[in-house]
């Protein structure tokens, strides 16, 4: 059974760093998508960036290009998200999620065993 649990939220200015991490176990896939989504309340969940295991390819949504970096630790089966240049609209609950061969890679519907998520709060 794959677990994912995320850790690393908090509260930032705006302008401020933020690195969230995502442990991952119970893979047993070759070749999947890890991916991180965002969601506050009242919305869809939103996905934020990803990346394909093994080869390391990255999509990011257009709103985190050049702000936000997703990476990986293999020894650690760990993923990350480092998040820089902190606006108040990033602030949301932020998870982490698996995919095998997801249709679109940041749709949060092709994704299954969700993180329980941990927030990120961004003031102005």
């Known amino acids: 059974q794959v677990q994912a649990v995320e850790s690393g939220g908090g509260s930032v200015q705006a302008g401020g760093s933020l690195r969230l991490s995502c442990a991952v176990s119970g893979l047993s896939y070759n070749y999947y998508w890890l991916a991180w989504f965002r969601q506050t309340p009242g919305k869809e969940r939103d996905g934020v960036a990803g990346?394909?295991?093994?080869?390391?390819?990255?999509v990011y949504a257009d709103s985190v290009k050049g702000r936000f970096t997703i990476s990986r630790d293999n020894r650690k089966n760990t993923l990350y998200l480092q998040m820089s240049g902190l606006k108040p609209e990033d602030t949301a609950m932020y998870y982490c999620?698996?995919?095998?061969?997801?249709?679109?890679?940041?749709?949060?519907?092709?994704?299954?065993?969700w993180g329980q998520g941990t927030q990120v709060t961004v003031s102005s």
């Open positions: 990346m394909h295991i093994p080869n390391g390819g990255t």
């Open positions: 999620a698996t995919a095998v061969n997801p249709r679109f890679v940041l749709g949060a519907t092709s994704y299954t065993d």
